[in-house]
């Protein structure tokens, strides 16, 4: 009998060893332990032996019955916990990811600068024009009182196509686009790309952006230049500013200007950051010259106009305290993320 009861261990260890999943083992249970399993057909035959054999053999297969209950147990609890851990590797989330640390996008210093810009002239008044960056030689230079062999040609090295097209060296070619649109009197600024065949240094690039700017109206003066750009400065650096007008040639404007701004940093006493001037160079300007507005189909002798044109690169520069001109073209998220909250 106890060979029997020990086959019997032997064959309820073996099958269990092969079970691999919980749902497996109801079976398990049934051909053991059932109504018609081998430990119930063995109490069965008890019957059949005498009193004290019965008892011996009786109390046994009630040893081999919560034996088989608990190896069945704890195969389903090391089952279970198999099962658990084979769902957790492959439907496992992180949930300790910060969302908020996705990346967001932000906007690059030159662009925030341009957008400043338009949103200060458009709250003057002043309509924003775009225009291409292949432009004629007229738009770029003969329409802003430039004729061929002109030296102020030399002024602008031009990267030209050989059809005669030519990038745009400077945003002016937009004033001569927006007076063939506009009637007068109108208010414009046209930002942009412009594109110079420049050795490039911590100050200048082949390819920045600038922001130009007009008014055309009846006795338009240099007094209303100096109101609009005081008044668009003061805007940028969130400060009051004094500006100064220097004289300047721009063949397109007459006469012309660069307009300097006292430096904010050591208020005109001479600082790095001026190179000791006091005074910071900012942009070009002037009143129009009557060639110009002719070439924009505008009568010089009823109305007159101002126009300035200023890098947006080196405002930027100069209103995030950036020292070189090329990391701000050079693609750089790292650096480009410092700005996303400004
Ligand atoms: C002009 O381009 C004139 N069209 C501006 C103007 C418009 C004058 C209307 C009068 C009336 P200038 O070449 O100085 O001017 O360029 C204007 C500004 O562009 C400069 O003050 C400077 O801020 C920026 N700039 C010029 N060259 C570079 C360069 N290589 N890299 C970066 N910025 C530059």
Known sequence: MEKVFQALEQEFQKVLETIQQIRDLDSVKTSFLGKKGKLTSMMKQLKDLSNEERAEVGKKINRLKTAFQEKLDSKRVTLKKSEFNKRMEKEWIDITIDPMA???????????????LEDIFVAMGFEVLDGPHIETEFYNFEALNIPEHHPARDMHDT???????????????????????LDPPFRIVGPGKVFRCERTDASHDSVFHQFEGMMVDKNISVANLIYFLKTMLGEVFESEVEVRLRPGYFPFVEPGFELDMRCLLCAGEGCKFCKQVGWIELLGCGMVHPNVLRAGNVDPEKYSGFAFGMGIDRLAMLKYDISDIRPLHGGNLNFARVFSIK
């Open 102 to 116: 996705e990346e967001t996008g932000s906007m690059h210093p030159i662009s925030i600068m341009q957008q400043r």
């Open 159 to 181: 990267f030209y196509f050989e059809d005669g097209h030519l990038l745009r060296t400077q945003t002016s070619p937009i004033q001569i686009r927006g007076m063939e649109k």
